[in-house]
């Protein structure tokens, strides 16, 4: 019962699954756009991608303790920092898909993007404004958040409505990294490139 608009699902197994839906987001959103956000938490549980990140973060643990038994000697501080930030940046990334994935299996399990990206503008009206420019974005692929820039989010569940997807999973890991690349390829352009979505 808080006023913040939001929906998690946790749970390792089907049977232990939780979905957490605030008052906030039954408040700020309509019936289609609840169905939405549900058809999306839904879609994590369904792929079970909290034991996928669960997993994921148990593998960066003990390769992070493996290498740093192994190569201990050669690490200081700054190398610890440095390679943590970068370990927890590709751990981060790769959860982006899984976000991506349900975005893509909420639109196609509802038979249109629409009600999703208009409750995706309504809960992340501020990420939005936070987005605005070619670096901005890059920025937010780059953030330890699991959640993809939510310009990118919009901009694929339009393309949805004009594209029949075979895979979610393969749609959903190939427009993150083709998206990745062409934001940072963006910034050898001479001037930013905004982002605006209708």
Known sequence: NI??????????????????????????????????????????????????????????????????????????VITELAYLYVSLTVLFFLAKFIEARADIEAAIRLGTPYPLISALKKIGARRLMGELTTVDRLLS???????????????????LSKKKVISPWSEAIFSCLSDFMRTLGSLLKPRSEKYSIS
């Open 3 to 76: 006023i913040l608009p939001n929906a998690a699902a946790s749970g390792i197994f089907l049977q232990s699954t939780t979905l957490l839906v605030t008052s906030g987001l039954l408040t700020r959103l309509n019936e289609e756009e609840v169905k939405a956000v549900i058809a999306h938490e839904a879609s994590h549980l369904k792929n079970k991608d909290p034991l996928i990140l669960n997993l994921l973060i148990t593998a960066e643990y003990l390769l992070r303790v493996y290498i740093f038994m192994t190569f201990m000697k050669y690490f200081n």
């Open 141 to 159: 692929w780059l953030k330890w958040n699991p959640h993809p820039p939510i310009t990118f989010r919009l901009e694929k569940l339009h393309e």
